[in-house]
Structure formats: C-alpha cells, structure tokens
C-alpha cells in the first residue's frame, strides 16, 4: 500500500469529519508540548505504584526492583515501536487505525473495543483507589462508594469542557506526582547519609539483602509479581492517542516516548530502592501504599498525610486519563463504520460528547463495586485491566513487526523515528508478555482475567460478523 493509499483509506467515513477543524478528524490539537511531556512522565505513575507496589513487595521483597526494571526496558521497547508507528502517521485512535491497516479489519476493531474496555475497567480500578484513600482521613465515617461516585461525575464534567483543560489537569496531577516522588527520595537519601527522623537507626542500603536475602521468597515468587508490575506501566501508550490533538506531533512525541528509560529508573527503581533501604521490605504488606507507610514508619505523621493526598491525584489522574481516551477510541470506532454513528458527535470545544458519556456511565459500576465489595474492589479489576491493556502492547508490536518488513522492502516510506533493534527486539517482547500471560495463569487470583478474556474474544467476534453482514461493502471491513 503506498503513501498515498494509506491517506485515502485513513478513514472509512469521510462525511462525519469535521471540516475546518484546527486537527485531524474534527478535534482541536490543543495539547502543547509542555502537556504531552507531563502526560508521558505522569502517564504510568498510578495506583500500580501507589497502591499495587505494597502486594508486590510483601511477595517479591526487594527483587521487586530487578522486575521493575526489566519490565521497564520492555516498556520502552514497545513505546519505541509505538514511536516509529507514529512518525509514519499521527493520527487519534492510533492502535485501531494501524491494527486495520497492518493486521486487518476485524483486529482494528477488536483492538479499538478491547482498549476502551480496558480504559473502562481501568477507570474503576483508579476511583476505587481514589475512594480508598480518602478514608485515610475519613475512617470509614462517609462511605466509599460515595467518594467514588464524586469522583467519576467531577472527572467526567471536566472531560466534557475541552481537551485544553484536560491537558492542563493532567500536567498538574503529574507535577504533584512527579515532585512528591523526587521529594521523598531526596528525603529517604537524607535518612541514609545524615540519618535523622525514627527510621535513622534502622535505615541502610543493606535492608535491600539482610532480610532473607533478595529474592527473599525465590525467584518463582518474582515472576509471579509481573502481573502487577506490568499493571504498574499501564497507560504509558496513552501518549499514542493524543496525536491527533498535539500541536506538533512531530517533535513532542518522540521527545516524550524518550523520556521513559529515566522515568522507570527514577520513579520506580530509584523510589524502590529508597523506600526499602529505609523501612525493611518485611514491614510492608498487601492493600497498603507503601509510600504512607513509609513515612509513617519515619515518625512523618504529616508526611504520611501529604503522601496519600498525593497518591489521590495520582489515581485522579490516571482516571482522568482513561475519561479521555474512551471517548476518543470509540470515536474512531463510530468513522469506521465499526462503531454507533451517535459516538461520532463532538462538542463545541471539539470533545467526543457521547462516546464520553457512555463510558462514564459504564464506569459507574465502580461505585457498585465499591458499595458491594468496599474492601477487595482494587483485586477485583486490576488483574481484566492488565490483560486487556496488555493487549494494545500486543498489537503495537505485531504492527511495528508488519511496518518495519514493508518499509525495509520500499512499500512504505520509512519513519523518522526508527525503534531500535526492529523486529528482533519486537518479537523479543512479545515474548516476555506472553511469559507474563503464563504466570497469569499460574497465579489463582490472576487467572480469572484470563477466562474473562475468551468470553470477550466471542463477544467481539459474534459483534463483528452481525456487523460486516449488514454492511459488507463498507470500508471497515475491507482489508488495505
């Protein structure tokens, strides 16, 4: 397929687009490059971190660190295929629009349902962290369902207003979490060399391997914590579908996908080590940030309470996040004719009104959960989160793979921002995500996202035939 081609069939219906619009397909390219570059940093620290990393420490102890870090490298291997996908063509709804035009029809449509499901059920998972640390300061005196049903209408109504505004919450929520975690490692590395606060007696590097050693509870038990590691780096792709509103892709993208190999080592090596060189990793356990406890453990009674509000806009903002992307995947579902065509109406402001609403209305579900199962709602979703999003890491990959042979051979001019190692080191980690898959499996408390997974598998597959059947000529469902 050349060049040319690849414009013309963009998009399967051409009549919806809004004409005159400032960006692609009727959205404003209102995020600047300061906006992209905190969404990126911030993009990935979430209740992964804040929350999920005190289960995995209480299994893993500190060789938590050694998967966070090899996960991080693969993170950054599929950010890059992402990038190079993105210099050959920025659009919005990136995953599904190369998934059709690598893959074929029915994968850009099951990618682009399976992404947004995922940012749904991920939307539930980060309003029940949120609710949850709000009881840090209520104890239980206001329920946390009602947190939690505050949350999503805030977050919605904010979505709704532009995609400016949005960009300029998600560059403050990072700037909170990006300041708080540099700030306690400062504050922990003070600990380690001037030794003040109650944790100075205690506190050495030497915690890292005195207590048991560190792979206190063997190697198996590491590998059965990338589940939730890899739910740790969830929504670092999310820079992908802010192409079509950025206002120079073209620079602030590669920019910003360059940026992961220094935020992995900082925000999660760098804050591991600090935190279990201070407070021995003993001391941690399941359901507990361990950055609270942390501090509490330090005799830092207001540096606990600081901490947990800092964790609230982190899990803020991640729903925030999937507020956003939600709207916009189902958008590019409704122009492809793989979607309702009510999904394709925008606001004024040049937000996707229905497809928005309709995801905040399903994300309401967290407040049942919340209401039903107050104390296991986070294990509840995380484990379908992190199978569904690991999906659209799957499919980056398969298309770098396609994309790299065909512009090797000249089919395809050749993108600006090449990945390095090609297809070597895309086949390499999808690899290691299907090792991550297989633990999945082994794990008891995993395992039912993967029976999940073959019921939605025939969800969409039924979906998709009713689907072509009535409309067998559109473009949808014809392979470019």
Not at 146 to 156: H, N, S
Not at 367 to 396: C, E, H, L, R
Not at 408 to 414: A, K, N, Q, S, T
Request: net charge positive.
């Amino acid at each position: 397929m050349t060049s040319a081609q690849v414009d013309q069939h963009r998009d399967g219906n051409e009549a919806v687009r809004a004409e005159g619009s400032e960006g692609g397909e009727g959205y404003q390219r209102g995020l600047g490059a300061r906006q992209i570059q905190m969404i990126a940093i911030g993009g990935a620290i979430g209740t992964g971190l804040f929350l999920g990393a005190g289960k995995g420490i209480s299994k893993a102890g500190p060789s938590l660190i050694l998967a966070y870090a090899i996960a991080g490298l693969v993170i950054f291997l599929i950010m890059r295929a992402l990038g190079e996908l993105l210099m050959y063509r920025p659009v919005s709804g990136s995953f599904s629009e190369y998934a059709r035009e690598f893959l074929g029809p029915f994968w850009g449509y099951a990618t682009g349902w399976t992404y947004w499901l995922f940012w749904v059920v991920t939307g539930i998972t980060e309003v029940t962290a949120a609710a949850k640390y709000m009881t840090y300061w209520t104890h239980g005196s206001f329920p946390q369902w009602a947190y939690a049903l505050i949350f999503t209408v805030l977050l919605y109504t904010v979505n709704l207003i532009s995609v400016k505004l949005f960009g300029e919450l998600e560059f403050w929520f990072s700037m909170v979490k990006v300041t708080a975690i540099v700030g306690m490692i400062l504050i922990c590395a003070g600990i380690l060399t001037i030794g003040f606060s109650d944790a100075a007696d205690t506190a050495s590097v030497a915690n890292l391997w005195n207590h048991g050693g560190f792979f206190p509870n063997g190697i198996g038990e590491t590998l059965m914590t990338l589940q939730m590691v890899m739910f740790a780096f969830l929504a670092v792709e999310l820079v992908g579908v802010t192409a079509g509103e950025s206002k120079d892709p073209e620079k602030t993208l590669p920019k910003a996908i360059n940026t992961v190999p220094w935020r992995i080592a900082v925000f999660y090596v760098g804050a591991l080590i600090m935190i279990m060189s201070v407070i021995p990793w003993s001391n941690f356990k399941a359901g507990e940030s361990p950055f609270v406890l942390a501090f509490e453990k330090m005799g830092l009674g207001v540096g606990a309470a600081i901490v947990n509000f800092v964790v609230l806009t982190a899990a803020l903002s991640s729903c925030n996040s999937g507020m956003y992307s939600t709207g916009r995947m189902l958008r590019d579902l409704a122009l492809n004719n793989q979607g309702p065509k009510i999904f394709t109406k925008l606001t004024r402001s040049g937000t996707p009104l229905v497809g928005t609403s309709f995801s905040a209305a399903l994300m309401l579900v967290g407040v049942w959960i919340n209401y039903q199962w107050p104390g296991k709602a986070f294990d509840y979703v995380v484990s379908f989160a992190t199978i569904s999003g690991m999906w659209a890491w799957i499919v980056i990959l398969l298309c770098q793979i396609r994309y790299r042979a065909k512009s090797d051979r000249g089919e395809l001019p050749r993108s600006g921002f090449r990945a390095p190692g090609g297809r070597f080191a895309s086949w390499g980690a999808l690899a290691f995500i299907g090792m991550v898959i297989v633990m999945m499996g082994i794990d008891k408390d995993a395992r039912v996202s993967l029976y999940c997974a073959p019921l939605w598998a025939l969800v969409l597959g039924i979906s998709y035939l009713v689907l072509k059947r009535r409309n067998p000529e559109a473009a949808a469902f014809r392979k470019r």
